[in-house]
């Protein structure tokens, strides 16, 4: 079940302006559709990535950005306040919290050129950055390495869109097997550059890479990484491996 804690204020690394994001209590990872590539549709969480365009013209990934504020949620057990209370603050912000009680949750006060809590306005939604927009992020050759990972990840899910239409109206009349997959230049340059990204992260992601060899049509190398992956995703790893031994390499809708 996904349930809303409050509001996370948020400030962007790019030129630190204020942003506000939805604090997740519990997510669920329900979907209607679930694919190998790692995408979904109508999910209940997420699925951007937390990739966000600031109004400077910069772009963040939302988990990465330092949190200054949280607003929890109201949950009608508390009277109403005229200020926000602020239960954490993360990061030093200077001299922000000015309580009477300690034992009371803290208040954010009002700083020249900083969100102040006690103010009616709350701060925006920072924009995601989504299907083609993707490309001209890419075009602007971003520095910070995992921000250029999630770019492309989405950027690969992105360009397989239109393969997924195929594929549904495929499966409408043939249930038992699938439909040709034949990714274009720019689908493989993608996918090369994200799997040489992912290759040299700290954190190696065996499943996905797999899955990024297999679509591009690299078999050994895909088993290669299969071959690594742990108890947890077998049954997806097991799923990649079986599409392996039919030589069938495009994306594959599955239940979760």
Request: aromatic share 8%; hydrophobic share 35%; net charge neutral.
């Amino acid at each position: 079940m996904t349930r809303i804690s409050g509001t996370n204020i948020i400030k962007a690394p790019c030129c630190g302006a204020l942003y506000s994001t939805t604090a997740f209590a519990s997510i669920n990872f329900m979907a209607s559709e679930h694919w190998t590539d790692g995408a979904t549709e109508n999910s209940l969480s997420q699925s951007d990535g937390g990739l966000r365009r600031c109004a400077c013209g910069g772009y963040f990934l939302s988990g990465y950005a330092e949190r200054v504020g949280f607003i929890p949620k109201n949950t009608g057990q508390q009277p109403e306040q005229t200020e926000y209370s602020i239960a954490k603050i993360f990061g030093k912000i200077g001299k922000l919290l000015i309580a009477e009680d300690k034992a009371k949750p803290q208040t954010i006060r009002k700083l020249p050129s900083q969100w102040a809590a006690n103010e009616t306005v709350i701060p925006p939604k920072a924009p995601s950055v989504t299907g083609a927009a993707i490309a001209e992020l890419l075009d602007s050759k971003p520095q910070d390495k995992n921000l250029l990972i999630q770019a492309r990840r989405l950027y690969w899910r992105h360009l397989n869109d239109q393969f997924r239409d195929e594929y549904r109206a495929y499966k409408e009349v043939h249930k038992d097997s699938f439909p040709a997959y034949s990714p274009s230049a720019a689908q493989m340059g993608n996918m090369e550059h994200l799997a040489e990204l992912l290759e040299h992260h700290d954190m190696v992601d065996e499943l996905e890479l797999g899955e990024l060899y297999r679509e591009m049509g690299l078999p050994l190398k895909a088993r290669a990484k299969l071959a690594k992956v742990d108890q947890d995703d077998r049954k997806l790893c097991e799923m990649q491996l079986s599409l392996l031994e039919m030589g069938y390499c495009g994306p594959v809708r599955y239940k979760y």
